[in-house]
């Protein structure tokens, strides 16, 4: 049998079924994962038709804070996420790491309007960064959330110290070269200035720029391509 007929037919199936019966939440959860990347809103309105049918269906509002992360909607993505976190234990295999990496940068995002959040960020980095010690994106939003309340803090001192340390993951060299982005850099240049300390900073921003123009000329490599791949198509022609 032909598999692309059978998922059709299948997915007929389950619009029959809802059709009969509204609340089957398999099939609610089958048209959730179709929709999710092809048509995110109707994917949206079945996870939530999921979580009134089912409030103990977590999964749902992960999967909603994942659909709305990548809408770029970060302020319903906190609500999704907030309510994810909130009811699923800290262990490993039991929550989401990728999810909880969006939900901080979602966070960080909106820490301009709420700096609450930079808060929230330092006390989930804590709790997560022990179920996924390879992962620099945990350690990175700590340190930017860090960093980001040395402004505003009145113990100035104090949050330059937890700041720099960290930072630790940078300067320490804790994850290999490949990993690191321009604002690992940038940030780190920006304590260095700080801290006075003007060689560190120059040396940091330096990376910056040598990350930036990488990934520039990386672009440019994947444009070439682009247009090779074009040639060559339009010469099969």
Known sequence: RD???SRGLGDVYKRQVLAVEPTNIAAM???AFVYKNV???AAIDYLNKIKEADPTFTDA???KGDIYYKLSDYAKAIESYNSYYAATPKEEGKIDIAACENYLQSLFSMSVKDETYLDKIIAITQEIQPLAPKDIII???AFFAKYNKVETS?????AIKAADEAAAYIRDKQFADSVYMYLDYDFAGKLAKEQGNLADAINYYELAVKDLEAKAADLDDEKKNCLLYTSDAADDL
């Open 3 to 5: 598999p692309e007929m």
């Open 29 to 31: 959860k089958r048209n």
């Open 39 to 41: 048509n995110p809103h």
């Open 61 to 63: 509002d992960k999967e």
């Open 139 to 141: 350690p990175r939003m």
């Open 154 to 158: 009145m113990d100035y001192d104090g």
